[in-house]
Structures are given as C-alpha cells and as structure tokens.
C-alpha cells in the first residue's frame, strides 16, 4: 500500500500571465517559479496532497490566473488550496470551483474537505482590530467578512470530525496579531484542538522571529508557511501526528 504524503507552502505569488520582477522583494525571489517547481517534482509524487495557503497568483483576473493554475495544474499531486489577500481574482466560492479550477485541486472556504481521513477547513483570515498594522476597510470589513467565514468552518467540522481525526486548518494570515496576542481567529480555531494550524502571509524577517512555528498554543500546532521564509521549499506535513 503506497503512503500518501501531505506537503505545504503558502504565498506561492506566481505572475505567469503578466510576468512581474520579484527581485526588489529580496533575492530570494529571484527566478522562484524555477526553484519551485524543481523542489516540487523533486518531493512530491502524484497521489500526495499539496496544501497552498493564498496568494497563489497576482492576477487580478481570472484570464491571468488560469495561466498560474494550469502552471500548478501541470505538477504532481492534489491540490487543496485556500484565497489569499493577493488572489483578487479569487471572488465566488462557487464559481471558482465549478468554473475556474483545473482538475486535482479543491478550494477551501468556510466548509470542511476530507481526503486520507484527514479532515481539512479553513478562512483568509484578516488583521483583528487590535493588531498594530490594522486598518479599517469599510465597507468591505474583511475581518467580520473572514470571521464569519472562519466560523462557518468551525461548524462543519464540529458536525462531521470523527473522534480523534486529524484536522488541519487552513489560514492565509496568521490568527495571532503581529505582537503575537489572541484574536477571535485564534480562540476559534483553539476550539478545534487538537489540530494542525498552518499559515503564511508574513515576509518580514522581524515577524519571522514573533510568529508561532513548529510549536503548541493551547492544543494547536502552528506552522509558518510563507515561501521566502521556507527558502522556496515545500514542507512535509504529518497531520496524523498531530491529530491525536
């Protein structure tokens, strides 16, 4: 019996439709699409599972994302992804999956996926009110918007988790403010523990050193996922270990 493997990285930030110069991001951007994809085909085989944590493509259309998603689609294994604050061309759930999406991949929002008996769900999340970078975005106010959208998860899985399943939770943003204290995201997602939390979105090395990675809060183990911060390498996953 061959054993699926289960892989992560988050903010991916390909432009294959409309080619953008990364490199003022830092050196690590430099050709990262190559480095990507040769780590890729390197580790994962086609009946392993790759989670991407949003920010997939800088398309703001869906015409120039197909490019970038057909890109992913090329290489091995299932994807599960989730929107990140990047991915504008991300809007309906519901057209995303039946319309956008290539074959292999299922997006997740505010619902619940199994696959191997691994429970998955998640939300973008978004800067709680509290968090030092806040801004107010009336009238879209994605943090109630993602709140709810996390809530929405927590349910689901609440209904359909099976007693000791893995679950992992999917987020874009960190559920921790930038100083590293509890939000409503986090308290929501604690109320799944245990679980596997996994995120990116911060590029900064200052909050590299604040962010939870590799360890426990309050029955949660969180993992930093952002691709500069993981050198542009996909990173294994073992949700069975942490979901007992």
């Not at 599972?49 to 290489?75: C, F, H, N, P, Q």
């Not at 978004?126 to 801004?135: E, I, M, Q, S």
Request: with cysteine; charged share 25%; net charge neutral.
């Amino acid at each position: 019996m061959t054993t699926v493997k289960f892989w992560a990285i988050a903010d991916t930030h390909l432009s294959l439709g409309k080619p953008r110069d990364l490199s003022k991001f830092g050196d690590i951007w430099i050709n990262h699409t190559e480095r990507l994809e040769a780590d890729w085909r390197q580790k994962v085989r086609p009946q392993d599972k790759v989670l991407i944590l949003g920010d997939i493509s800088w398309s703001s259309t869906v015409r120039r994302a197909m490019y970038d998603l057909e890109w992913l689609a090329e290489l091995p294994g299932e994807k599960i992804i989730i929107r990140g604050n990047h991915d504008r061309w991300w809007t309906d759930i519901k057209k995303v999956r039946r319309q956008v999406l290539p074959a292999g991949f299922y997006a997740v929002q505010g619902d619940t996926y199994e696959v191997d008996g691994v429970l998955f769900c998640g939300a973008q999340g978004h800067l709680a009110p509290h968090d030092p970078f806040y801004k107010p975005d009336p009238p879209h106010n994605r943090y109630q918007r993602e709140l709810k959208t996390l809530k929405e998860a927590v349910k689901a899985v609440k209904k359909v988790r099976k007693a000791e399943q893995p679950l992992v939770v999917m987020m874009h943003y960190p559920p921790y403010t930038s100083d590293a204290k509890p939000t409503e995201y986090s308290d929501l997602v604690e109320q799944l523990a245990p679980a596997m939390c996994l995120y990116g979105h911060l590029h900064q090395p200052q909050e590299w050193e604040i962010a939870f990675d590799k360890q426990y809060q309050n029955g949660i183990y969180y993992r930093l996922l952002s691709a500069d911060y993981v050198k542009m390498e996909l990173q294994a996953i073992d949700p069975f270990q942490y979901g007992k």
